[in-house]
């Protein structure tokens, strides 16, 4: 089973300033497979990045996604208010869906 | 407007059992592959078990193997996960969540609210 690591495990910034959260697999990913997810407190995650670079629908283009095989980044350029929250990577493949760990970029 | 309504959480004692029910609509529920996600308290996502959209292949999470069933009714447009065998450690809030794939690329595109299972006697 692949193992997503993510990095570091919280984030303390300013509004205004970028933000950059990694994920880490433990075999190489298919990048098409690749997702970011924000969650905030008492709510359900919602989707921000699928295929490690596309951002979904609504999502503002402050964030983006990069990389390939078992390294993955997650920028913010600039954090706005409601961008602190909990961010999840995860993957699928062998019939198996996996999250990493989760980074909290929390207002400093 | 995509809406996933869970129900059927509650307290429940170790080696109980309970049925959770997913309610979807605003698309076309059996065109889809669906999940069921849980959070235990103050911990991350993990991926529970997976249906696909005729309902005819299910995969599970090891941890949950052997106790958790997937089903759906895509008459009823519902989700469904029959839980026996609860443990403490399956404590947590359950969110059903749609399967979107383009052929190529896939995610969890929406999520409904969560329904917490709390296994405790």
């Known amino acids: 089973e692949i193992v997503l690591t993510q990095s570091p495990g919280t984030l303390s910034l300013s509004p205004g300033e970028g933000a950059t959260l990694s994920c880490r697999a433990s075999q190489s990913v298919s990048s098409s497979s690749l997702v970011w997810y924000q969650q905030k407190p008492g709510r359900a995650p919602r989707l921000l990045i699928y295929?490690?670079?596309s951002r979904a629908t609504g999502i503002p283009d402050r964030f983006s996604g990069s990389g390939s095989g078992t390294d993955f980044t997650l920028t913010i350029s600039r954090l706005e208010p409601e961008d602190f929250a909990v961010y999840y990577c995860q993957q699928y493949g062998s019939s198996r869906w996996t999250f990493g760990q989760g980074t909290k970029v929390e207002i400093k | 407007e995509v809406q996933l309504v869970e129900s059927g959480g509650g307290l429940v004692q170790p080696g109980g059992s309970l049925r959770l029910s997913c309610a979807a609509s605003?698309?076309?529920?059996?065109?889809?592959?669906m999940n069921w996600v849980r959070q235990a308290p103050g911990k991350g996502l993990e991926w529970v078990s997976y249906?696909?959209?005729?309902?005819?292949?299910?995969y599970y999470a090891d941890s949950v193997k052997g106790r958790f069933t997937i089903s759906r009714d895509n008459a009823k447009n519902s989700l469904y996960l029959q839980m026996n065998s609860l443990r403490a450690e399956d404590t947590a809030i359950y969110y059903c969540?749609?399967?979107?794939?383009?052929?190529?690329?896939?995610?969890?595109?929406?999520w409904g609210q969560g329904t917490l299972v709390t296994v405790s006697s």
């Open positions: 605003g698309f076309t529920f059996s065109s889809y592959e």
């Open positions: 295929g490690a670079s």
């Open positions: 249906i696909s959209s005729s309902g005819n292949t299910m």
């Open positions: 969540a749609r399967w979107w794939s383009s052929g190529w690329y896939s995610s969890f595109d929406y």
